[in-house]
């Protein structure tokens, strides 16, 4: 008999609470910082942009949060993901290497962003919510909180970022699709989107002020993140907590190596937090690696900061990795790495040596991912092929070391909307950016001083 090669948890076994890393980190994170006043900022500042819920589950302490029966019901339409044994890629590399990816794309959106997507929008409906707006990169967080919208019935809006609404025309119909509107951002619809020039190419930041200049002006319109807040990396631990299930179920003790791509922070959190607490709790020692792209090398480039998460200047003040608040990434077509910071909660393990950060280049990247959909039959986002790089470079390591590493590979979501972007690189038209340390000085220059 073939030995198996996908895991798939009964909808019974699906986890039923959320886990909380700051239970378990030895020191406690930094608090955000209010923008005018500089002190740490309490629950009724949060209270213009976010339901109650969602504010008390940004600053608890406790390590675990029950799901939602009505969020659970949701997720039944896609969760459990798979776990799946890359067994003709590892033949393909000549490796010994155990490769496992746990595979987002399967969701209705087509990515991770889902899981919080769907409580996010529950909790703003049930407290009467009529409106939430939002900014997209590649598009994948738009579509997701587009498709939550129509299932509790809320109207979304959605500030996309101009060089991915140029050039994703597929993303955008698929939010509209769902039933939500799009901008190009910087639009000239918000105060601050008037201040930069129409053909701008726009950033994650700028689309950021716009959906929350929007959102602070109207009691009943609030605002959802798609990354980068405690409570999205939250209600994205399913995943890996579901791997820990799930590798259990192949036969592995625990992972050797997990690996995740990192923008905002919200994939690589939800699949690596859960076994950071493992490792933590002193019961493995996996190691973790997060996988950034060289043109917006937030980790291992940027600086350990109190800054903005938007250009505009108007979210709170967090601790965290970041390149400054007015960089402006090049429009890689990674769009959803293309962020200036990174998530508090990922810095804060970063900054404690508890999770490492590399920065790849996008040709070897698609490189890597034309080779795994031409053995696993999976288009990967560009987003996920970063991790799929670094995974091929440490099983290529194992075979000059002699050593058989479990390695887990965080694949967010499928490039079936991207393939703009794959024949960009058949044709040869892909270029590495070459971001120059002048560039990243200058953002840097501008970080506001705490």
């Not at 496992?100 to 049930?126: D, F």
């Not at 809006?157 to 025309?169: M, N």
Request: hydrophobic share 40%; aromatic share 8%; glycine share 8%.
């Amino acid at each position: 008999m073939s030995e198996n090669l996908r895991f798939v948890l009964d909808e019974a076994d699906m986890p039923t609470h959320w886990y909380n890393i700051v239970a378990d980190f030895p020191t406690p994170p930094p608090p955000p910082l209010h923008p005018g006043t500089r002190e740490p900022v309490g629950p009724d500042d949060l209270a213009a942009l976010f339901p109650p819920e969602l504010i008390a589950q940004e600053v608890t302490t406790e390590r675990y949060v029950e799901i939602p029966e009505a969020v659970r019901d949701v997720y039944r339409q896609f969760r459990p993901s798979p776990l799946v044994r890359a067994r003709t890629w590892e033949k393909a590399l000549g490796t010994n290497a155990r490769i496992y990816y746990k595979y987002e794309g399967v969701s209705p959106a087509g990515s991770h962003k889902t899981n919080t997507a769907i409580p996010q929008v529950y909790y703003n409906s049930i407290n009467g919510v009529t409106k939430l707006t939002t900014e997209t990169g590649a598009g994948q967080w738009g579509t997701a909180l587009s498709y939550a919208s129509a299932f509790f019935g809320l109207e979304c809006e959605v500030w996309q970022v101009g060089a991915s609404f140029d050039t994703k025309p597929q993303r955008r119909t698929l939010i509209e699709v769902y039933g939500g509107t799009v901008h190009r951002s910087p639009s000239q619809l918000t105060e601050f989107g008037k201040t930069l020039p129409a053909d701008h190419p726009g950033s994650l930041g700028i689309a950021i002020s716009e959906a929350v200049e929007v959102a602070a002006q109207n009691d009943s319109i609030k605002y959802a993140l798609g990354s980068v807040l405690n409570h999205v990396l939250l209600h994205q631990s399913i995943i890996g907590e579901e791997a820990l299930k799930q590798l259990a179920m192949a036969g592995e003790e625990s992972a050797d190596i997990v690996v995740g791509c990192a923008g905002g922070g919200s994939n690589l959190a939800g699949l690596t937090f859960p076994f950071l607490r493992e490792n933590l709790q002193g019961r493995t020692s996996t190691r973790i690696v997060a996988v950034e792209p060289a043109s917006c090398p937030t980790l291992t480039k940027g600086q350990y900061r109190y800054d903005f998460g938007d250009t505009g200047g108007m979210t709170p003040l967090m601790k965290m990795y970041t390149l400054g608040h007015s960089f402006v990434p090049s429009p890689i077509h990674a769009g959803g790495l293309r962020y200036h910071a990174m998530a508090p909660l990922v810095s804060h393990a970063v900054h404690e040596g508890y999770i490492e950060a590399v920065a790849l280049h996008q040709r070897e990247c698609f490189e890597t991912a034309l080779e795994f959909a031409r053995t696993e039959g999976i288009v990967p986002a560009p987003e996920s092929s970063h991790a799929l790089a670094q995974a091929k470079r440490f099983a290529l390591e194992a075979n000059e070391q002699g050593t058989s590493p479990v390695i887990v590979i965080g694949l967010s979501g499928h490039g079936l909307l991207e393939l703009g972007a794959y024949e960009s690189y058949l044709a040869g038209r892909l270029e590495d950016d070459a971001l120059s340390q002048a560039d990243v000085d200058a953002a840097l220059a501008e970080l506001p001083e705490i």
